[in-house]
């Protein structure tokens, strides 16, 4: 993938200023792009997640940095440790702690599924 593939300039910025991504990190993004039927690409030994119209809709850098192109995430899932989100992005916890009655990973899935546009019935 060339940087013209996708023309995000902060998301690119965000993407170099990280490390290249671990395989546990890689092997989690893998399971997010699945469920958001998404193509994974990599990107300067970082991972992006391109949605039908090759835009991008998830991104992973370093250890547990990942991102998702949404505003709607519970509290539960957002990783306040990450400063440097792009705009119109929203940095979420790789590995969600389950919060009362709710497993992290669920809620996890179920924001992934609300920002793709494949809705299952």
Request: charged share 30%; aromatic share 8%.
């Amino acid at each position: 993938m060339s940087g013209n593939d996708f023309d995000d300039l902060s998301l690119t910025r965000w993407l170099s200023a990280g490390d290249e991504i671990d395989e546990r990190l890689a092997e989690r993004f893998r399971w997010v792009a699945r469920i958001a039927r998404a193509e994974v690409v990599e990107y300067l030994g970082r991972f992006v997640a391109l949605d039908s119209t090759r835009q991008p809709i998830a991104a992973a850098r370093s250890h547990d940095d990942l991102l998702l192109r949404t505003a709607a995430v519970a509290g539960g899932l957002r990783d306040e440790s990450v400063t440097d989100t792009p705009p119109g992005w929203v940095a979420v916890l790789a590995w969600p702690q389950d919060v009362t009655f709710h497993r992290g990973d669920n809620m996890l899935r179920d924001t992934i599924l609300a920002m793709s546009p494949i809705r299952r019935v």
